[in-house]
């Protein structure tokens, strides 16, 4: 059996990394970090001009009509690159909205960029984009809620360690807010959420080893290079058992979703136990390899490992999903 991408993925993930790799440059993003702006704009028209805010919405619909496994491809490249838009909550929002009446207008200005929107797996959560999002797409309890968020207070931007991304505590008190699904959208958005992120830890993680690994072949010490000794050694290769791992289960679970596997919640919580929990033992052990200069503000290693926190709490850390899997593990006893 093939477990590789097929020739039409690694052509996306090869356009995919193009476009990121031009708009979201470490120096672009620590540039718009400094002025404070939501995100980038010219990045966020370019992800949209390219379809990537409707790759899983059917054609008919207006999209690419493409799978999960593809959403992961962005997700990998979006967390590779770091890249300061809001495509992840928009192809979430996106995909919860795709199959309900109570949508309206919404699922139209998400796909086309008129609107941006903010998910959370639940209610009364710090949320990734909240602060400037015209909506919000929340699992409460075992609901999935729409909630418009220019009605009620507005978000503040929290001060966070993550700086490519604006942060806000996202309450519903005070909001009104539509019911778009029960139960089984509830646990699917989660799935999916876990997924997806999953696959954005798996990018940052394998960027911060490619330069953990390119630092170790440069960097000079008692007349070597420091990748020669057995120390340093030791901790590039378990870092890149970890990603290897990491990739697998991410894809898995990618599959799982788009095939609609039966086992695709406990895929995704694997994912997300994995790669929560192997993103930070990679950014823990990019630091050590990368030495006294690793912590320096002037090296992009400090934006991986900030974001990368962020991500490991998003839609459940690893603590949450190993619970979760243990619950639905019982059940098909």
Not at 189 to 201: F, I, Q
Not at 224 to 234: C, E, L, Y
Not at 277 to 290: C, I, K, N, P, T
Not at 307 to 316: A, C, I, K, T, Y
Request: charged share 25%; net charge negative.
């Amino acid at each position: 059996m093939d477990f590789e991408l097929s020739d039409d993925q690694r052509a996306l993930q090869d356009a995919a990394a193009d476009l990121l790799g031009s708009l979201s440059t470490t120096e672009q993003v620590r540039a718009l970090a400094t002025r404070e702006e939501a995100y980038d704009t010219g990045l966020w028209k370019a992800m949209v001009d390219q379809g990537w805010t409707g790759v899983e919405l059917s054609e008919a619909q207006g999209g690419l009509g493409l799978g999960t496994v593809e959403a992961a491809v962005l997700a990998e490249q979006v967390g590779a690159h770091l890249a300061p838009a809001p495509i992840l909550e928009n192809l979430l929002a996106v995909a919860a909205l795709a199959d309900t009446d109570a949508a309206g207008a919404w699922l139209e200005r998400l796909v086309t960029g008129d609107a941006v929107a903010c998910v959370a797996w639940r209610s009364d959560i710090p949320a990734p984009y909240a602060p400037v999002a015209d909506v919000a797409v929340v699992i409460d309890k075992e609901e999935v809620k729409l909630v418009e968020l220019a009605d009620g207070p507005a978000i503040e931007r929290e001060a966070a360690m993550d700086l490519t991304r604006p942060l806000g505590w996202l309450r519903l008190d005070g909001r009104q807010s539509t019911t778009v699904g029960g139960r089984d959208e509830a646990v699917h958005l989660l799935d999916r959420g876990a997924t997806l992120y999953a696959a954005a830890l798996l990018g940052g993680a394998a960027r911060v080893l490619d330069m953990a690994t390119e630092y170790a072949k440069e960097r000079i010490q008692f007349g070597k290079p420091i990748g020669s000794f057995q120390a340093v050694k030791h901790r590039c290769a378990d870092m890149l058992v970890d990603v290897e791992g990491m990739r697998s289960t991410a894809y898995w679970a990618a599959w799982c979703l788009s095939a609609q596997d039966k086992e695709a919640s406990v895929a995704s919580s694997t994912a997300k136990t994995w790669c929560s929990d192997a993103a930070r033992r990679v950014m823990a052990s990019g630091l050590q390899v990368h030495g006294g200069i690793g912590f320096t503000w002037e090296h992009d290693l400090h934006l991986f490992l900030k974001r990368s926190q962020l991500d490991q709490v998003n839609f459940g850390d690893g603590a949450y999903h190993r619970e979760r899997l243990g619950t639905l593990l019982r059940g098909m006893l």
